[in-house]
């Protein structure tokens, strides 16, 4: 069990422990001896989103990783996809990312990205804890590392038009765009624009406090509902730090990250390009789409929750397509992370390509009703310890049989119960759902 890191890095309330200004500074200072000690390019990159406290944390960063002797080269607002990329492009030890992705403004988080622009392994994280913990590394007043400032925004829109179809542009297309007030208000419009869409921009406006506020991948209706206003072709909505996506059809349908992956899924087979005909998606991802998949003859593994677990199962069974049904896409043919607007290149070009709307690409993926419950707890007690939800839990899972699917998991960001429920009968699974929620409060209660 980590101690500071859960599922994407440190996350928390702002400026409460363990997320304080000392705890940043300190948490630099171990990432940087350690990256320092396994490379010799001594330099760490470091983006953020829009959130207010973003500055407080970026300085106290700063501050650690230079102490510990390693150059700091910050880029300022910019996606966390980007920051992944550069990483590798400037031949950095790490990249560092300050970001609470899809959370309010008053929480924020700290991740990272290896020098291969990969997320940590969990053992990476258990040693950058051990050695905050034990106050390492030791100091030298000869060996201070640099802060400068490079520009980053320009370098990413050009990495991201690159994998944009090469003979094809977007004149012609009408696309809403969502930037969630978040870190893409200014790379998304930029790469968009310049290959030729016509854009109807929001939430493009961030003053600290606004970011993901009733805006972006979490409250995608919003965007829809602009689609229709306007007459426009898709809709497009980037969560906060912009590794995620959410999509709208012309009907102002939602369109998931399962149908993403299950079209670009399709296309890529059938220009030979999808390894092994098989994608990676999460426990989360609905039967029906699993099943929609394998009609097609495309195979799905199931990996843990975390983009960065989609991403260690695609290296592990050699796959170049995977994602999340929230929205995060891996395309590891460019990437090493879920990145929105890569993604949404890929769906653009298929709508240009094939010369359809995004509900006729979608029309052959069939989903089952999907309930999904998130319950605020007080502290998270191990299911095991809750005889009665786990017994609950059991008997539901009887009952649905080989015709639906229970999940039942804690965040790993927040204090919340995930309870997901899949079946034929929207009404019985909400029930279950309900039901669960109702028993595991009560006995989670029952421990204080």
Known sequence: MRKYFGTDGVRGRANIEPLTADFALKLGRAAAGLFKNNDTHRKIIIGKDTRLSCYMFENALVSGICSAGIDAVMVGVIPTPAIAFLTKSIRADAGVVISASHNPYYDNGIKFFNANGYKLADITEHEIERMIDNNEPALDPYSIGKAYRIEGIGRYVEFVKNTFPKNIDLKGLKIVVDCANGAS?????????????????????????????????????????????????????????????????????????????????????????????????????????????????????????????????????????????????????????????ISAMQVLG??????????????FIETYPQ??????????????????????????EKELGTSGRLLVRYSGTENKLRIMLEGKDEKIITAYAEEIAEMAVNEIQGKK
């Open 185 to 341: 208000y200014k790379a998304a419009p930029l790469a968009l624009r310049e290959l030729g869409a016509e854009l109807i921009l929001t939430n493009v406006e961030p003053n600290g406090t606004n970011i993901n506020d009733n805006c972006g991948a979490v409250y995608p209706e919003n965007m829809a509902k602009a689609v229709l206003e306007h007459g426009a072709d898709v809709g497009i909505s980037f969560d906060g730090d912009a590794d995620r996506v959410v999509f709208s059809d012309e009907k102002g349908n939602i369109v998931d990250g399962d149908k993403i992956m299950g079209i670009c899924a399709i296309d890529m087979m059938e220009q030979g390009t999808l390894k092994n005909n098989t994608i990676v998606a999460t426990v989360m991802s609905n039967l029906g789409f699993e099943y929609s998949m394998n009609k097609k003859g495309i195979k799905l593994i199931r990996s843990q929750v975390g983009d960065r677990y989609v991403m260690e199962d695609m290296l592990k069974y050699n796959c170049n397509l995977g994602g999340e049904q929230s929205g995060h896409l891996i395309f590891s043919d460019f990437n090493t992370t879920g990145d929105g607007l």
């Open 371 to 396: 309930v999904l419950n998130n319950v605020l707890v007080d502290k998270k007690v191990s299911l095991d310890e809750l005889s009665n939800t786990s017994a609950l839990i059991l008997k539901i």
């Open 350 to 363: 298929l709508l240009i390509k094939k010369g359809k709307s995004l509900s006729e690409l979608c029309s």
